[in-house]
């Protein structure tokens, strides 16, 4: 795991925080960027794709570069759970989307 510093679209990512629908672990991808200005408050923002279709707009300190190996397509699939085999064996590894739909 890494900060994230000027991410390029593509980039596999986790919520590094808890920030509107998006928990703490959740997997997700960038779609695009949203440079900032040279203002010092204004900084990059970053377009992303989370598990289950939510897509959210994130800064640099919201999420961390990391390898979760999930495809786009299984990010924006509502039903991504029917595409992994034993995904309640290998439940730590989306541990973030069974936390969130149990609510």
């Given at each position: 795991m890494q900060l994230s510093a000027n991410l390029a679209?593509?980039?596999?990512v986790i919520a590094a925080?808890?920030?509107g629908p998006i928990i703490r672990g959740q997997s997700g991808m960038i779609a695009s960027c949203k440079p900032g200005s040279w203002?010092?408050?204004r900084r990059t923002k970053y377009v992303c794709?989370?598990?289950g279709g939510?897509?959210?707009i994130a800064t640099a300190g919201q999420i961390m570069v990391f390898d979760h190996g999930c495809s786009r397509a299984m990010l924006e699939?509502?039903?991504w759970f029917l595409h992994i085999r034993n995904a309640f064996a290998d439940s730590s590894k989306f541990a973030a989307e069974f936390r969130r739909s149990a609510h």
């Open positions: 679209p593509g980039a596999m925080d808890n920030f203002l010092p408050w794709t989370f598990l939510i897509n959210a699939d509502p039903l």
